[in-house]
């Protein structure tokens, strides 16, 4: 095996998980079997419950409690289960303060981290559907009744809704994020014609209760809970209709660190859940290794291309590709040093964030590796300040 296959074998690997993925995705769709079908949306509501972690909110929870009251939904088919962490602030009286026998609140000393708090709020819940919520995620009114008007189906048995990043200063991060979640968001809708939505967005997904079971406390709930409901025999889709929104941090540090945590988690996940993911048929399996594994992978596919690429030298095709490299990484660094500006340029803060992906992406792997703990964080201050 000569280099410069190796070398094209990377590019190759590089490349399909963002450009040949989607082609296919398409190609898949296009079948007449992958229509979606149409929800009844005129059936009574189900009683739903909606889940909120809590770890020190106070200063947004009034704001989260504020909209859970103005929500669009039969008071009398809605339950809300908000799990305070181990919290020493005033989160807890600031809830009490409205006096909703609708909000009930339940505490978990001492702090065990997200998805202890989520196992023990379905051991309580009452409602046939699980409605997964951040305390920081600010949901449109009506986004609990277009979430829930797909359970119609019963062959539905998860539905994720649609995760708006709101944008503070125009920061590279920010707006890297939000081009980052466009392209995801696009993925998630071809998915979803499949019946096949792969992963979905922690802040706003909902399942039905009968399929839930315990998550160990280190691996994400949104990416095992899809995976276990498909492989159940059920669909899990998008509905782009449901919007919840979220300040997005314009730290950096804070952004690099939680893709860290997600990654490792998705790491830790993929090992817990081998057999649901690999039992799961050809095109599940596709999809993990297509939108997650491969991604995952990339920044040591990158480093090899590197090496591969020095060792080419010689010819004309190589020396450019090594230019282009170059290039692209000065861009990144400069979209780090101006990652402050009010209004960054693309042509920079693209290769700049694609660079903070892979980044995070390789810590979260050896991190992985040494078993650190994953399943308590600490939180991005920057994306819970009310203004």
């Known amino acids: 095996m000569n280099l410069q296959f190796l070398f094209w074998m990377f590019i190759f690997l590089v490349v399909f998980p963002y450009l040949g993925y989607p082609l296919l995705l398409n190609i898949l769709t296009l079948m007449p079997a992958c229509r979606k079908p149409a929800g009844n949306k005129g059936s009574d509501c189900r009683t739903i419950t909606l889940v909120v972690p809590a770890y020190n909110e106070e200063n947004i929870i009034k704001q989260k409690v504020s909209n859970i009251l103005d929500m669009e939904y039969p008071r009398n088919k809605m339950e809300v289960l908000i799990v305070l962490d181990g919290c020493t602030d005033n989160t807890k009286s600031i809830i009490s303060g409205f006096n909703s026998d609708l909000i009930k609140v339940f505490e978990q000393n001492p702090r065990k981290g997200k998805i202890a708090a989520l196992n023990k709020a379905v051991e309580l819940a009452q409602g046939e559907i699980l409605v997964f919520s951040d305390a920081n995620s600010l949901y449109d009114r009506d986004a609990l009744k277009k979430i ?61 209760k009968s399929l839930y079971s315990k998550i160990a406390g280190d691996i994400a709930d949104d990416f095992v809970n899809p995976m276990r409901v498909y492989n159940a025999g059920y669909k899990v889709i998008y509905e782009p209709g449901a919007i919840a929104r979220e300040k997005v941090s314009s730290n950096t540090l804070d952004q690099f660190n939680q893709k860290i945590r997600i990654i490792a988690q998705g790491w830790k996940a993929t090992f817990k859940i081998f057999n649901v993911i690999f039992s799961s048929g050809f095109l599940r399996i596709t999809q993990f290794l297509c939108h997650k594994l491969l991604r995952w992978l990339t920044p040591f596919f990158l480093t090899i291309i590197f090496v591969l690429n020095l060792l080419l030298i010689g010819t004309n095709i190589y020396t450019v590709l090594l230019v282009v490299q170059l290039v692209l990484y000065v861009f990144a660094l400069v979209g780090f040093l101006s990652r402050r500006r009010q209004k960054p340029v693309k042509i920079f803060y693209i290769p700049f964030y694609l660079c903070l992906i892979n980044s995070a992406a390789f810590m979260a792997f050896f991190r992985f590796l040494i078993g650190f703990k994953t399943d308590t964080w600490e939180k991005s201050e920057t994306s819970r300040n009310v203004e």
Do not use: P, Q
């Not at 019963?154 to 809704?161: A, F, P, T």
């Not at 200063?169 to 071809?190: A, C, F």
């Not at 939505?197 to 997904?205: A, E, F, H, P, R």
């Open 148 to 208: 829930e008007s797909h359970f119609e189906e019963k062959n539905v048995g998860c539905v994720c809704g649609k995760l708006k990043y709101m944008c503070s200063d125009g920061t590279s991060v920010e707006s890297g994020e939000n081009i980052y979640w466009k392209y995801e968001e696009y993925l998630k809708e071809r998915e979803s014609i499949l019946g096949s939505l792969l992963v979905t967005n922690g802040s706003i997904y909902a399942m039905r």
